[in-house]
């Protein structure tokens, strides 16, 4: 029976202090986005790294998604993006053509569900390359 090894003090302090930093930037990255370049993957990027730091210091998320939330988080994002594509199609006749009054709300939501999906799929790659207790035995 193998133990991980305990971290260490300032990989956790850091980490710790960090995460809530990395959940400002990504707030930013998406506002930015809506108007200038960067937006949902920049942001989803710096989430799953936020989520990364925090599972290599050794704290574990209390909250267990079930599989299939945790599928229906994955495909969000690109369901949003073909979902707001095909209505605009239906509404104003072109594809992602969104209206100007309402742009950068539709813009900054598309973006949101975005973010969280792509910090997901890369959280979910993360731990997919981690040996479960059964294989680590062999």
Do not use: C, K
Request: no cysteine; charged share 10%.
């Amino acid at each position: 029976n193998r133990s991980r090894p305990f971290p260490g003090g300032a990989l956790d302090t850091l980490s710790r202090l960090l995460a809530p930093v990395f959940v400002l930037v990504v707030f930013y990255l998406l506002w930015v986005g809506a108007h200038a370049p960067g937006g949902a993957f920049q942001a989803g990027s710096v989430l799953a790294a936020a989520a990364v730091l925090l599972l290599l210091a050794g704290l574990q998320a209390r909250v267990s998604l079930p599989p299939l939330a945790l599928r229906l988080i994955l495909v969000a994002g690109p369901a949003a993006f073909l979902a707001m594509g095909v209505m605009l199609l239906l509404i104003e006749g072109r594809l992602l053509q969104f209206p100007p009054q309402h742009a950068a709300r539709l813009i900054l939501i598309l973006e949101s569900v975005a973010t969280l999906s792509i910090g997901a799929t890369l959280v979910a790659l993360f731990l997919g390359g981690r040996p479960t207790h059964a294989q680590e035995s062999r």
